[in-house]
Each structure stands twice: as C-alpha cells, then as structure tokens.
C-alpha cells in the first residue's frame, strides 16, 4: 500500500498543508506513535486493536463456523462496528457479492423482504453484538429466529453468535447452547474488522481469513516514528493537517465497486471514533467512477471545506472494450473497462489540484485478503494517529448512546430526561395533516 499526499500539499491546493507544517508535525507523529506503541504493548482499551493481526486465532473462528461451512449464503445480524468490517471483507473478497446479506437496520419491510428472498436452509445465521443489548441487533434476531421456525428450519443447527461475557445476547446463547465466539478485550466494535466480530461471515464464505490477518500484520510492520516511513501516519497526518486548515470533510471515493462498503465501514471509523470537542472531519461517501458524474461538482467548485480520498487497486481483473463501429467511439479501440477506470482515476485526481482543491491518494497493489486486510488496518491506525494528534478519546461515543437510551425509554413507554426532550423539542410543521 502506499499514500500519495502531493495534490494536498499547499503548494498544490487551498486548503493544502505547507511542508515546513508537516516537518513540524512530524515530531508530533514521533510521540503519538510512541504513545501508541506503549498502548499496544498494555493492551490498553482501544490500543489493543491495533494488535488484532497477532492476537486473533484464525483456526478458533475456523472451527466455531465448521459446522455452517456448507452454508451457500449468510446472514449478519449486528449493526455498527458489529456489521460493516464483515459487510466490507465479503463485498470485497466474496466470490458472490450477494451471499452475505447484512440485517443491521429494522426498516421493517426491508426485513421482511430480505427474510423472504432467502432459503434459509442453506442460510447461516451471524448474530454479533458487542454489548449484547443493542435493540436492532436484538430485536431482528428474534425476527430472524422465528422466519426460521415458521420455514421448519432448526436455527440453532445454523448459527454463530460473537458476542461479550454478558449481557441478553450471551444469556439467549448459553440458553439454546449455540456455538459462541467471544468479542476482543479491549477492542471499541469499530475498530474489530479483524477479530470474530469482522471474519466470521468470510470463513463461512471461504474467504482467505488468514490472509486478510497476514496484511495487517505488513501494515503494523509498517507503523514508525516518522510519517515519510508509514503510509498510515502520512494518511492521518496529511487528514489532521487538512482539517486544521479546514478541509472538515473527507470524501472517500474508492475506484472499485467492491470497495463501496469500504467507505461505510470508513465512515463510522472517522465519525465516532474523531467527532468530538468540536471537531472532526465529516466522512461523506462516493464511489469513482460513477460519483464523477454527480457529486464531483461539489469538490471542485463548493466550498473550500473538504479533501477527497482516493482509493484504488492498481492490478484488476479486465474487460475488454469491444471493437467499437462508429468514428467517434475510436478512442475506445483497443483499450478495456481497467484502462478506463484508470483513465477516469487519473483525470480526477489531477482534476482537483487544477481547480486548488486538496486530494489524497491510497493505492493497494490489488483487491485480495492481504491487501485488503492492509488497508483496513492502516486505516484503524491512520485515525488512532489523528486522534492522539486531536487530543480527543478515539475509543469512546458518548455522544451515540444519548439516542441509545431514548429510545429503549420511549419503547418501554418510561419518562426520563431522554424522554422529556423528545416531547418539549421545538416543531414548526408546515403542511401537517394529522398529529402523530
Ligand atoms: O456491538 P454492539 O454492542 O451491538 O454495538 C453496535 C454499535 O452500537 C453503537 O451504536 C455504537 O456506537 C457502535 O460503536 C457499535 O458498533
């Protein structure tokens, strides 16, 4: 993997980081990476997720999903840290995109809908909570337990939970004796991609697991004191840098469709882990080449307020243009879907330094285990460094439990400080028909 910052230099865009910054910063970067070796070597809560590579036992997952192996698709009920790293490895790697269908949200006709498209005897159940309480996660699982009853399929022969020592979701599985997989000690949902939460679905699917565990341990290799020597430190440097002058969105706009979930899973890294006292870049989502012809406009001529991220592998499998029959599709001869998609990555990026705008460039060899593995890690890394550079707690979300809380109060129909400010908010509807 490598990062390209040079079309985020000042030199080259406004906002943009001037070099004498980033020497500056790079002393910066020398003591946050020694805190964050020191937390590594304790443990210490959020740290620890940095030494996933090492500390997950691949065989363990192996064995706890051997008796759905012969699962033809599966199906993740968690949500957050506990559905976007499985969702992002099985778009990336699966060698059938729809074999792993992910129930994190409770929009009720989407489960409905996703429950009747499924045969659910060839169907694996992936039920993942950290905590074991949250209400989505709960909730579908009882839904997804009962379609399963109603089909005549045994749930508790097709299923793996990952869950905590305790909490709802621990008692369900000690009760019915399912086979579980414990969460990581001292790793926040977000940050667990690489451990039972993320590689379950993967190892059902065939997914070389051991692989994607192979690259972070390459990308914590590659972790050192100075930003010109680790990829990761030069991506959060250059980020933290960029919002310091501004850029409070990052748009993340990976070149691959199967990288799509990538900038979801990246989304929720950079929010919860980043968006606090004030601050923290806002992630907005794109996807090359597509977005080009939509949200494009906006980075080059809004305002001067964000950094595009490109992601991109640089070997893929090609699709050959067919020979084209008419003179002004003549550019089109002989080239193939990669060289064009290379073309558009290439033409984008340089399009936003021409126009002053900051762009900064992470590149993988190709979309496989290693590489993908890779770049997930040096992406957890890359935004523990812009937390220690931010002085923010990176492992905490605070500010997500508030509507945790309202709601299972309002669902329970209690009156609480919650409460009280859903029904005193302020309202001024315009065309109202009738009060809910
Ligand atoms: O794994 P769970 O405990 O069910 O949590 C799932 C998600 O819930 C919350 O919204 C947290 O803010 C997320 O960080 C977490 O990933």
């Known amino acids: 993997m490598h990062v390209d910052i040079g079309a985020a230099l000042a030199s080259a865009a406004d906002p943009g980081v001037e070099r004498a910054t ?10 946050a990476h020694e805190r964050i070796e020191q937390g590594r070597n304790d443990d210490e809560f959020g740290y620890a997720s940095l030494n996933l590579p090492d500390a ?29 790293g499985a969702k992002t490895i ?13 129930l994190d949200n409770v929009d009720p006709e989407h489960v409905r809908r996703t429950l009747d498209g499924l045969s659910l005897a060839d169907t694996a159940i992936n039920v993942v909570s950290r905590s074991g309480t949250t209400a989505e996660t709960l909730a579908n699982f009882l839904v997804v337990r009962e379609a399963y009853e109603d089909r005549g399929v045994d749930w508790t022969e097709r299923i793996v939970v990952t869950t905590g020592e305790s909490g709802p979701l621990r008692a369900l599985a000690d009760q019915h004796d399912l086979p579980t ?19 379950v679905p993967p190892a059902i699917l065939g997914i070389d697991i051991e692989g994607l565990l192979t690259g972070g341990r390459a990308a914590a290799d590659d972790l050192a004191p100075s930003l010109y020597d ?66 494009l406009q906006l980075y080059r001529a809004g305002h001067r307020d964000k950094v595009v991220t490109f992601v991109r592998p640089r070997e893929r499998a090609d699709v050959p243009i067919p020979e084209p029959d008419h003179e002004d599709l003549s550019y089109l001869a002989g080239t193939d879907l990669g060289g064009l998609i290379d073309a558009e990555y290439e033409a984008t ?44 707690e990176t492992f905490t979300q605070p500010a997500v439990e508030w509507g945790k809380n309202a709601t299972r109060a309002l669902i329970r129909g209690e009156d609480t400080e919650e409460t009280a400010v859903i029904d005193d908010r302020e309202r001024l509807r315009i065309g109202e028909t009738e009060s809910l």
């Open 349 to 392: 990026v340089a399009s936003l330094p021409a126009a002053d705008r900051p762009a900064l460039e992470v590149e993988i060899d190709r979309l496989d285990a290693e590489n993908l593995g890779e770049l997930l890690y040096a992406m957890e890394a890359a935004c523990v460094l812009v937390g220690e550079l931010a002085d923010v």
């Open 181 to 199: 997989l414990p969460v990581p000690e001292g790793v926040p949902g977000r940050f667990s991609a690489l451990s039972s939460v993320g590689l």
């Open 22 to 31: 980033l020497e500056d910063l790079d002393e910066r970067v020398a003591a």
């Open 230 to 295: 680790s990829p990761a430190y030069a991506y959060g440097a250059m980020a933290y840098a960029l919002e310091e002058e501004g850029a409070i969105v990052n748009a993340v706009m990976p070149y691959a469709e199967r990288l799509e979930s990538f900038g979801e899973w990246f989304a929720q890294l950079w929010a919860e882990s980043l968006g606090k006292d004030g601050r923290g870049q806002t992630p907005a989502r794109a996807l090359g080449a597509t977005d080009q012809h939509s949200q």
């Open 56 to 84: 997950t036992d691949a065989q363990t997952i192996r064995n706890a999903v051997d008796p759905v192996a012969d699962a033809e698709s599966v199906i993740t009920v968690g949500i957050g840290g506990s559905a976007l």
């Open 90 to 102: 099985t778009e990336a790697l699966a060698e059938d995109p729809d074999s792993h269908v992910v």
